[in-house]
């Protein structure tokens, strides 16, 4: 089963939200509970047995979210100025040469062994083949997002 990571935030939201950088320590994660909190104010529950990560990422994988489109929907859009925002998201909506780091960002998953693939009809989003990678392997999701998008 095909797995695809990352989404693009629905709507327009404002152009500055909270980044999640790769080296984003776990104190500073406290901008997911921010978000989190805002969510539960509007009717969110958290899914039953999700922690708010899938292996080392920091959003629920699409299939979840496309079950549960209903619950999210309505505070996502009432939430969107403080949902954190990952480097490759804010990349796409910044830099011009994003298509560029997106394909190095490729690459280097590939050379640590990783199946990932740019998603059909979408070249802002990855799938992994064969499902999340194992948590071992899944360091490198993180580490080749940072060696793509923090590199001159």
Known sequence: MAVTI???????????RPLIRPDTSAEEERIIQV???????????????????????HKPDSATLA??????APGQKACADKEPEELWQRA???NPEYQ???DTWITCMRSHGLEAAPSAGDS?????EDGLP???E?????TCEAEAFTSK
């Open 35 to 57: 978000c989190t909190g805002c969510l539960e104010q509007h009717g969110y529950q958290k899914l039953e047995g999700y922690s708010g990560k899938v292996g080392a990422l």
């Open 6 to 16: 990352g989404r693009r935030p629905a709507g327009a939201g404002p152009a500055e």
């Open 67 to 72: 079950r549960n489109e209903a619950k999210f």
């Open 92 to 94: 796409y909506r910044e």
């Open 138 to 142: 899944a360091k490198w999701v993180d």
């Open 100 to 102: 560029d780091k997106f």
């Open 134 to 136: 194992p948590a071992n």
């Open 124 to 128: 802002g989003t990855f799938s992994f």
